[in-house]
């Protein structure tokens, strides 16, 4: 099974390129936080090469630029060719299934962006703490 799926930041705008038949093909770097420390105390970060293919590469060029939080949902793939040097060059990357646009309105720099969740919660704005009797809870 080949499957990943990320959460990140773009390092930069995506590179939207057409191939010579038409084809939109979208290059990005997302940059991944680990979620551990490493031993100074300090988080690290992969930053993990992507390519979307298609009117998904023209959508995500369109409403996302450098710092959008996105998720990717894709598959790992290795490609290789001969650099100008005669050099065999290895390159891995993510090819992009699906992915989610996961900024808010007011914190996106593009011009789109998810619609923000409706919110609920008749608590989530007083920050007034609420008492609950344990014997009005059904369990």
């Known amino acids: 099974m080949n499957n990943t799926v990320l ?13 010579s038949n038409g084809t939109a093909a979208g290059n990005f ?3 991944v ?3 551990f420390k490493n031993a100074t105390g300090e988080k690290e970060t992969d930053f993990i ?6 009117k998904q590469a023209e959508v995500l060029a369109e409403y996302t630029g450098k710092g959008s939080k996105i998720a ?8 290789n060719y001969d650099n100008k040097e005669g050099q065999r060059v290895y390159v891995t990357e993510v090819v992009v299934e699906e992915f989610t646009f996961l900024d808010s309105k007011k ?7 998810n ?10 704005s007083s920050g ?7 014997d009005s809870l059904p369990f």
């Open 7 to 19: 959460v990140g930041n773009l390092t930069k705008d995506v590179d939207l390129r057409y191939t």
């Open 29 to 31: 770097t997302l940059a």
């Open 33 to 35: 936080s680990r979620a």
């Open 49 to 54: 090469n992507c390519v979307v293919w298609r």
């Open 72 to 79: 990717v949902r894709g598959r790992i793939q290795t490609r």
């Open 107 to 113: 914190n996106s720099n593009s011009s789109y962006s």
């Open 115 to 124: 619609p923000e969740p409706k919110n609920d919660d008749p608590f989530a």
């Open 128 to 134: 007034a703490e609420i008492s609950i009797d344990s």
